[in-house]
């Protein structure tokens, strides 16, 4: 009877009333004796299963299912009940993203969320952040691994010349490094002011021609370095190696941020193949998800939206999911027909694109 009482609850949008739930429980299992349904009731709020809800406007007590600790309870104490396939659970996850609901970004994760179990599982058991922290070690090891080598290898030999050559710079090896790779790649777009003094306030000691290179050449057309790093390197060279240096870096970022939402669909998807709980379902959307790839690209990123023709592709493709599983209500109902929920969701992921400052759409 406790599962049934957090199916009805998660099946609602908005938290249940009791005499809703004592109705729901007589018409399923004709169980009518309020003692027995208050005790079921106070049994799931002691496990942290549910919350008690009183709207002061109301006398009657509602109940609901309102943090990722009620769902990560729910988990624990009823495994058989599949909390991915309910909205409600899978918006607790997602607040966690906080990018812009019904969002091109939010849409992706929201499908891989229902159809992916151990994706949901990690995230109801981990933070995000400790999420992308294995993504990016799975990424240095795979994808990204020669970039971050021969990034890390720059880094020393051009701290090393930094103080030989330069007897202002005061800081460490590991303060100049996190400075390296923390230089924003927009930094190119910013004033030659702004990028100077970011360049004196952070690495102090810098030759000023340094920034100024950097804000007159974008980084495009500048002098390579051999593809060997030497061991160490001359004053006349250090400008050279910092500016390939710092366009590694950049190149890097914009590779494992384009790379990271698919490396962690495959790492959950593999996970549950080992398991034998994957479905017909993450097979399909996977193979044409990959598929998809091969179309002209832009990006979903919450802070860099550009729809090309695979963005487009995707969009048609969470659009048969949400016709099968019948969510996100927002979009699933729009219509049953699937050209109607496909326009649906890319005039959301068109607004997104037109605003990109926005939390949240309405």
């Known amino acids: 009877m406790k599962t049934s009482i957090l199916e009805f609850i998660l ?4 938290p249940v009333s009791e005499p809703s739930i004592r109705e729901h429980l007589r018409n399923k299992h004709g169980v009518v004796d309020q003692s027995t349904i208050n005790k079921h009731m106070h049994n799931l709020k002691d496990l942290r299963c549910i919350e008690l809800i009183s709207p002061k406007e ?3 007590n509602y109940w609901d299912v309102t943090t990722p600790i009620n769902l990560k309870n729910i988990r624990h104490e009823f495994y058989e009940l599949q909390i991915n396939k309910y909205e409600k659970s899978i918006n607790l996850i997602l607040m966690e993203l906080g990018c812009g609901k019904y969002s091109p970004y939010w849409l992706r994760h929201y499908i891989q ?3 992916l179990t151990s994706y949901f599982d990690a995230c109801l058991e981990l933070d995000i952040e400790r999420i992308h ?10 994808r990204g691994s020669y970039l971050h080598q021969r990034i890390n290898n720059l880094l020393k030999i051009c701290y090393s010349a930094f103080i030989k050559y330069y007897s202002d710079f005061k800081i460490s090896e590991n303060e100049f490094r996190i400075a390296m790779l923390e230089l ?6 910013y004033n030659k002011e702004w990028l100077s003094k970011w360049f004196k306030d952070t690495l102090p000691g810098v030759p000023e021609e340094l920034p100024k290179i950097i804000f007159e050449t974008k980084l495009s057309g500048i002098k390579e370095i051999p593809k060997k790093i030497p061991d160490e390197i001359n004053a006349e060279d250090f400008i050279r190696y910092m500016l390939n240096t710092i366009s590694l870096i950049i190149e890097y970022d914009w590779n494992y941020n384009h790379s990271k939402d698919d490396l962690l ?3 959950f998807f593999n996970h549950d193949r080992v398991l034998r709980v994957d479905s017909d379902d993450e097979h399909y959307y996977i193979k044409k ?7 002209p690209t832009g990006s979903i990123q919450p802070d860099n939206l550009l729809l090309r023709e695979k963005e487009f592709a995707d969009l048609k493709l969470a659009s048969e999911i949400i016709i099968k599983y019948k969510q996100p209500a927002k979009f699933s109902d729009v219509s049953d027909n699937l050209d109607e929920v496909y326009q649906a969701v890319v005039r959301c992921a068109s607004y997104y694109q037109k605003n990109p400052n926005e939390s949240e759409l309405s």
């Open 265 to 267: 669909l495959e790492h």
């Open 289 to 295: 998800l990959f598929a998809n790839q091969a179309l």
């Open 11 to 14: 099946k609602n949008k908005e």
């Open 58 to 60: 109301s006398r009657r």
């Open 113 to 115: 969320l229902l159809i």
């Open 184 to 189: 924003p790649g927009e930094c190119m777009s």
């Open 133 to 142: 922290q294995g993504i990016n070690s799975m990424y240095i090891t795979s």
